[in-house]
């Protein structure tokens, strides 16, 4: 017992680690707050080490250079951003584990003019009154999709839980049990919808569901019929379902509201690009459907919000739910929503300034060309690994044209010789694990970097990143 007091007593106090010179060259770049912490947590930690009877005989435990050394490492961990930008080359366009959609620069430079000066957020400028958050938006998107009038709150979920809790609370919604979808782990129609208050009535069954389906379960306490975009899967063969249309008429009939949860919201149309599948917002509205709502960062290309759309007699009663107050959009993506939005105004230059929208049109021979350069440059980087740019395919992600294999072109990495210093596994965890990290797919013993989602501006890095990696 006497040796472990001993061992305890070597372990430097904290004010002697602060009275080193190292530690004195930490404060200068680095709060006081942080450099104590490191100290004391690294100090802790060997104090339990050595009462957990780690062999302190060993003593490699208490050589001052190890413990300098974790402490700086700690120092050095404890002062890092969490939150940082990395390289996505998963080809996964709106990839929403790595942040959906970027924004451009244009739409930066707006938010960072609204960021640091006081602007006329909730103030009306003519009346010189008290103004409305959501009326910024609501003549552009007017413009863009006939809209009648509109909403936007934080993200798609949350204006899906708002339009339920503002139309059918302690009411029924009839949806299709094709439609009862889940969306990335947490998003579940039927768990929104009994958190929203509103009483979930599924009709038809996971392949077929007919009009007759819906009609039969209408009774006095049905307050809204439901479609739901099955945004990340398609049921194929035998199955059908009702069309948008047919429920509307429907609803008018028997004057019950109709809503389209549509998911992505495309604004444009991406036929003429070879995409299909994707019916655009205006179209949507003009078969009369009484709400729709979808998402500002994964077609849409802009910011995270969820956008509402509507009857004014319906947007209105949601405006006025106290709900609408707690899932506002903030005041940054209002104005990266704008700017995005004007974009489409110009169709032509939509496709080409948001990111988004440019990644997924994007023609083949310019992914190629991108391909080829990142390939010259990697080239004789490290003879243990081969170099060479390949045909594969990408993806929309978010949840978005599931069925969609895009076309691109990846450069491959793979070892040159079997059993070689290390795996594609190890150089894909590197790569992850750097400086910048680079999120890269492994397939058939290769590491790819798919070139359509990785940025002009980023291939210098990506090299980088890669000859890091690739070191012994
Ligand atoms: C993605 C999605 C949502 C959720 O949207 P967020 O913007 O991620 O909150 C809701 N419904 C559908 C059909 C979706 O595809």
């Known amino acids: 017992?006497?040796?472990?007091?001993?061992?305890?007593?070597?372990?430097?106090?904290?004010?002697?680690?602060?009275?080193?010179?190292?530690?004195?060259?930490?404060?200068?770049?680095?709060?006081?707050?942080?450099v104590l912490k490191a100290i004391r947590d690294i100090l802790r930690l060997k104090r339990e080490s050595i009462l957990a009877g780690a062999n302190p005989a060993a003593s490699r435990v208490l050589s001052f250079d190890t413990i300098f050394s974790e402490i700086e490492n700690t120092l050095n961990d404890l002062s890092s951003f969490k939150l940082?930008?990395?390289?996505?080359?998963?080809?996964?366009?709106?990839?929403?584990?790595?942040?959906?959609?970027i924004l451009d620069e244009v739409v930066i430079r707006n938010m960072e003019g609204i960021a640091k000066r006081y602007s006329n957020l909730e103030y009306d400028i003519?009346?010189?009154?008290?103004?409305?958050?959501?009326?910024?938006?609501?003549?552009?998107?007017?413009?863009?999709?006939?809209?009648?009038s509109s909403v936007i709150v934080n993200n798609n979920a949350?204006?899906?839980?708002?339009?339920?809790?503002?139309?059918?609370?302690?009411?029924?919604?009839?949806?299709?049990?094709?439609?009862l979808i889940e969306?990335?782990?947490?998003?579940?129609?039927?768990?929104?919808?009994?958190?929203?208050?509103?009483?979930?009535?599924?009709?038809?069954?996971?392949?077929?569901?007919?009009?007759?389906?819906?009609?039969?379960a209408i009774n006095e306490r049905t307050a809204l019929l439901l479609k739901v975009h099955t945004s990340n899967y398609r049921v194929l063969g035998f199955a059908s379902d009702v069309s948008l249309q047919d429920m509307v008429f429907?609803?008018?009939?028997?004057?019950?509201?109709?809503?389209?949860?549509?998911?992505?919201?495309?604004?444009?149309?991406?036929?003429?690009?070879?995409?299909?599948?994707?019916?655009?917002?205006?179209?949507?509205?003009?078969?009369g459907v009484d709400i729709v709502t979808f998402s500002g960062d994964k077609l849409l290309g802009g910011p995270q919000a969820g956008i509402i759309l509507?009857?004014?007699?319906?947007?209105?009663?949601?405006?006025?739910?106290?709900?609408?107050?707690?899932?506002?959009?903030?005041?940054?993506?209002?104005?990266?929503?704008?700017?995005?939005?004007?974009?489409?105004l110009d169709e032509e230059r939509a496709v080409k300034k948001i990111p988004t929208l440019r990644m997924l049109t994007q023609p083949l021979k310019d992914i190629a060309k991108r391909a080829k350069k990142i390939e010259r440059l990697l080239k004789n980087v490290n003879a243990l690994f081969k170099v060479k740019v390949m045909q594969d395919s990408s993806q929309a992600g978010g949840g978005s044209l599931p069925l969609l294999n895009l076309p691109t072109f990846v450069v491959a990495l793979s070892p040159a010789v079997q059993g070689s210093q290390f795996s594609v596994n190890d150089f894909e965890e590197r790569l992850r694990k750097g400086e910048r990290p680079v999120i890269a797919r492994i397939k058939d013993d290769a590491l790819l970097l798919d070139a359509r989602t990785i940025q002009d501006g980023e291939i210098k890095e990506l090299v980088d990143s890669v000859k890091v990696a690739l070191k012994k």
């Not at 003429?272 to 917002?281: D, M, R």
Request: charged share 30%; hydrophobic share 35%; proline share 4%.
């Open 126 to 148: 003519e009346k010189g009154e008290r103004g409305k958050r959501h009326a910024h938006l609501e003549e552009i998107l007017r413009t863009l999709t006939d809209s009648e």
């Open 310 to 344: 509507g009857k004014e007699v319906y947007i209105d009663r949601i405006r006025k739910n106290p709900l609408a107050r707690a899932v506002r959009i903030d005041k940054l993506s209002l104005s990266a929503m704008e700017v995005t939005l004007r974009e489409y």
């Open 84 to 101: 940082r930008p990395l390289i996505n080359a998963t080809g996964i366009i709106i990839h929403t584990n790595l942040g959906r959609s």
């Open 183 to 216: 969306i990335g782990g947490s998003f579940r129609i039927p768990e929104v919808m009994e958190r929203s208050g509103a009483v979930l009535r599924e009709v038809g069954t996971t392949n077929k569901t007919h009009l007759r389906d819906y009609e039969g």
């Open 1 to 34: 017992m006497a040796d472990v007091k001993e061992i305890l007593r070597e372990i430097p106090s904290v004010d002697e680690v602060l009275k080193s010179p190292l530690c004195q060259e930490w404060l200068k770049t680095h709060p006081r707050s942080l």
């Open 250 to 287: 429907l609803g008018q009939k028997r004057g019950i509201p109709v809503m389209n949860d549509l998911g992505s919201g495309c604004i444009i149309d991406l036929k003429k690009y070879g995409i299909y599948g994707e019916p655009t917002v205006k179209e949507v509205l003009k078969s």
């Open 158 to 179: 949350a204006a899906v839980l708002l339009v339920l809790n503002s139309m059918a609370q302690e009411k029924e919604v009839i949806v299709s049990r094709g439609e």
